[in-house]
């Protein structure tokens, strides 16, 4: 099967600029997740959906992160205005959901200057 | 709330070496514990898991890891190692019932060195 797709790989961007990642997940995967993994860092959860429902945001900035899964397929993660610790990697799970383990897309690296 | 502490940043081995890799957890209620690998540049891959019955799990590479409780453990061991095992490894930790919510470690960095 087609694992988890996730672009772009890498984006440069300055501060105070928006910033959009892409993500399509394992089809018939139900669970969608998004994490950060900041240099040095375990992965951190941002955000996860159930098909195109917020189960859990408690650890998405909402004042400059947003996230959308409109059809319950794939999902956007956007940043607006982007700061220098939002540099990191961004990483998009997916899971058919209950006992099933997590896929990981192979992220985007954001560098912000 | 669940966290995870993995107490070496950074692991150095040399080839067919024996190595551990430390991981402590926390939490009030079960959990499911797993080990996740990422190479350079990519995503992160299931190493191995433990959600309930044989406290020792393998995966099919050599690698193993140990569930214990009462020290609120979960290391990961191979007998010999090999220059492709060089990688982040990551423990991580989610509540029993399902994987919702993983919870990782800061990550240990193990190099293989020949």
């Known amino acids: 099967e087609a694992g988890v797709a996730q672009s772009p790989r890498y984006k440069i961007i300055e501060k105070r600029q928006s910033v959009a990642f892409w993500c399509n997940p394992i089809?018939?995967?139900?669970?969608l997740y998004w994490y950060q993994q900041i240099l040095g860092q375990g992965p951190k959860l941002l955000i996860q959906?159930?098909?195109?429902?917020?189960?859990?945001d408690s650890q998405l900035p909402k004042d400059r992160f947003s996230a959308e899964r409109l059809k319950g397929v794939d999902s956007t993660l956007k940043i607006q205005p982007a700061k220098l610790e939002d540099s990191a990697v961004y990483l998009c799970?997916?899971?058919?959901?209950?006992?099933?383990?997590?896929?990981f897309g192979n992220g985007t690296r954001l560098t912000v200057t | 709330a669940q966290s995870v502490t993995q107490l070496d940043s950074q692991v150095p081995v040399f080839e067919e070496a024996p190595v551990e890799l430390r991981c402590n957890y926390s939490?009030?209620?079960?959990?499911?514990l797993f080990w996740y690998v990422q190479y350079p540049n990519q995503g992160l891959q299931l190493l191995l898991k433990?959600?309930?019955?044989?406290?020792l799990v393998e995966s099919i590479n050599g690698f193993e890891a140990e569930f214990n409780k009462s020290q609120t453990s979960f290391h990961l061991r191979k007998p010999s190692v090999h220059i492709s095992d060089t990688a982040e490894y990551f423990c991580?930790?989610?509540?029993?019932?399902?994987?919702?919510?993983?919870?990782f470690g800061a990550g240990t960095r193990l190099a293989v060195h020949p």
């Open positions: 939490s009030s209620v079960s959990v499911y």
């Open positions: 799970a997916s899971s058919p959901g209950g006992n099933s383990p997590l896929h």
């Open positions: 991580a930790v989610t509540l029993s019932g399902g994987y919702n919510k993983l919870i």
């Open positions: 959906f159930q098909n195109n429902g917020v189960v859990d």
């Open positions: 089809s018939g995967h139900a669970t």
């Open positions: 433990y959600l309930s019955g044989s406290t």
